[in-house]
């Protein structure tokens, strides 16, 4: 399965988030932000970085990149994507998930290992895990924040759209503990910690952010 990462001017984890894909099993495609062509590929991530470094907000640039239109149009159509990290408010911006990032609330950046919970396990990049299942991947990011309307938050939490959610310390001040949320169909999913950077032994806290990545070539098969 092929899947693409799209690198942005700043982007700095696109070749760890194709390292990923290439020990899950899939075969990693070098998107170009300017191109119009996804290149056939079956799936797309987003990966982390300063796109445009952060200009107006992070992400706002970049969710205007000529391929972006290619990703929202796919995207609407079924085609799984992941935003990590920057990715995530890329995801945002472009209007294919709900809400925005912030400045984190303590006003800084935060690098550590990250708990986190699976809330859902029937998402295209999550059904390697099992629902309430806890892994351990690094957070790294100053605008961070998970934000939404009260109504919106309601609205996520009924219809379980939280994907992760932190848990033992919110490094951020994301609310209601938001690390990752999904589309409605469950196929496009963005979050701020970094599974790309847990998926071997000698560079990671853990391999535990694996999951995501394998879980999407299962979902391109089943597809």
Not at 55 to 71: H, K, N, S, T
Request: with cysteine; aromatic share 6%.
């Amino acid at each position: 399965m092929r899947i693409g990462v799209i690198t942005f001017p700043g982007s700095l984890d696109d070749v760890d988030a194709a390292r990923a894909v290439r020990l899950a099993g899939g075969e990693p495609v070098t998107l170009w932000h300017a191109s119009h062509d996804l290149a056939d590929v079956d799936a797309v991530v987003l990966p982390g970085g300063f796109s445009y470094g952060d200009y107006l907000r992070a992400g706002a640039i970049a969710a205007r990149a000529p391929l972006m239109r290619e990703v929202v149009d796919r995207a609407r159509q079924g085609m799984p994507v992941l935003g990590i990290c920057n990715g995530f408010q890329v995801l945002c911006e472009a209007g294919l998930l709900p809400g925005a990032l912030t400045r984190n609330s303590h006003l800084h950046f935060r690098n550590r290992d990250q708990r986190l919970r699976i809330e859902r396990a029937d998402t295209a990049w999550t059904s390697a895990y099992a629902e309430g299942q806890e892994i351990v991947v690094p957070v790294k990011n100053g605008e961070g924040r998970y934000v939404a309307s009260p109504a919106e938050l309601e609205r996520l939490e009924g219809e379980g759209r939280v994907a992760v959610r932190y848990v033992g310390g919110n490094p951020n001040g994301s609310l209601r503990d938001v690390a990752g949320v999904t589309s409605e169909d469950g196929r496009v999913v963005g979050l701020m910690p970094h599974p790309e950077h847990a998926v071997e032994d000698l560079t990671g806290p853990s391999t535990d952010g694996l999951g995501f990545f394998t879980s999407v070539l299962k979902a391109v098969v089943a597809a």
